[in-house]
């Protein structure tokens, strides 16, 4: 019943593939249980360590996106400025653009193909 299923490349059988992911998982369990026992929640331990300097509020430490891309955003303004123009949120927008992006690459390929 469950045989080989024999491809032109090889062959793929169902039960090797279950005991490799059986076999996987357990080696990823067994590493992740031996992992640090002194490990407690809600201690000094927690607190992320910013060179030895004293952690702010969570809220005056918290870096958005905004600035961690601020270099590579600024860079590209001119990109990104009408982007952010056309940005709508609908979800109605963005699946007539799929629609009609799908589209014209459809008819390009028909064209030169």
Sequence with gaps: MLG??????????????????LIIGSIVIYIRNKGEDS????T?????????????SKEGSHLSASHIYWGFTEALKGYYN???????GNINDYS??????????????????
């Design 4 to 21: 080989l299923l024999e491809t032109g490349s090889g062959f793929w059988s169902a039960i090797i593939w279950i005991v490799v992911v």
């Design 39 to 42: 490990y407690k929640k809600n």
């Design 44 to 56: 000094e331990q927690d607190k992320p360590f910013i060179s030895g300097n004293p952690e702010e």
């Design 82 to 88: 009408p982007l952010v123009k056309m940005h709508t």
């Design 96 to 113: 007539s653009w799929i629609i009609v992006i799908t589209a014209i690459i459809l008819i390009m390929v028909g064209v030169s193909g």
